[in-house]
């Protein structure tokens, strides 16, 4: 059963940044798409962005141009840059591969607030 532990979740003013680590008790290497997902109070889980073994990149138009998404398969990490958040930004995050997924892991919480 693979294990996803995300961190580096936390509490962000409007226009800070934060950077979730996501990493995974196996070989992330030959998952084809890895994918950022977040959930809102009282909202369903939504996605966020994916990329590809290959580095292709897609985001929801949300958080297209502030947020950026990369892998390190050598480390079987998946990592989020968030950069100008916002307060619509507050959710607690998740990784998981797509379409298909494992379990969800416990997720980060990211709270943007002044």
């Known amino acids: 059963q693979v294990q996803l532990v995300e961190s580096g979740g936390g509490l962000a003013q409007p226009g800070g940044s934060l950077r979730l680590s996501c990493a995974a008790s196996?070989?992330?290497?030959?998952?084809?798409?890895m994918g950022w997902y977040r959930q809102a109070p009282g909202n369903q889980r939504e996605f966020v962005a994916t990329?590809?073994?290959?580095?292709?990149?897609d985001y929801t138009n949300a958080v297209k141009g502030r947020f950026t998404i990369s892998r390190d398969n050598s480390k079987n990490t998946l990592y989020l840059q968030m950069n100008n958040l916002q307060p619509e930004d507050t959710a607690v995050y998740y990784c998981?591969?797509?379409?298909?997924?494992?379990?969800w892991g416990q997720g980060a919480q990211v709270t943007v607030s002044s």
């Open positions: 998981n591969k797509w379409p298909s997924l494992w379990n």
């Open positions: 196996r070989s992330i290497a030959s998952i084809l798409v």
């Open positions: 990329i590809t073994s290959g580095g292709t990149t």
